[in-house]
């Protein structure tokens, strides 16, 4: 499964973005699917992530009630949309693809990684 993540780009704080993961190469609708980010010179991080079903959800402290995760398996894609954007959410976004079953917190949980794509808030 190939995976590429799309959507960042600059915008101020306070606004909006919204990501997409589409994969390739194979389905993803039996995957449990998650978002990191990696700032600047810090370690990669957990955002966000999604049972198969979409009915499991589970945020890192620092965006729960600002991120919503959701995905679409008849487009075989994952999307983060990001609300109130601040300064410190800055940083390259990727997803990747867990194949057991129950949601992902770690990286070593996951089997696929895509390209990331860079989110920058800044005025």
């Known amino acids: 499964v190939q995976l590429q993540a799309s959507g960042g780009g600059l915008v101020q704080p306070g606004g909006s973005l919204r990501l997409s993961c589409v994969a390739s190469?194979?389905?993803?609708?039996?995957?449990?699917m998650g978002w990191f980010r990696q700032a600047p010179g810090k370690e990669r991080e957990f955002v966000a992530t999604?049972?198969?079903?979409?009915?499991?959800?589970y945020y890192a402290s620092s965006v729960r009630g600002r991120f919503t995760i959701s995905r679409d398996n008849t487009k075989n894609t994952v999307y983060l949309q990001m609300y109130s954007l601040k300064p410190e959410d800055t940083a390259v976004y990727c997803c990747?693809?867990?194949?057991?079953?129950?949601?992902?917190?770690?990286?070593?949980?996951?089997?696929?990684w895509g390209q990331g794509t860079l989110v920058t808030v800044s005025s």
């Open positions: 999604i049972s198969w079903s979409g009915q499991g959800t």
């Open positions: 990747a693809a867990r194949r057991k079953s129950g949601l992902g917190y770690e990286l070593d949980d996951y089997d696929y």
């Open positions: 190469g194979g389905t993803i609708s039996t995957y449990v």
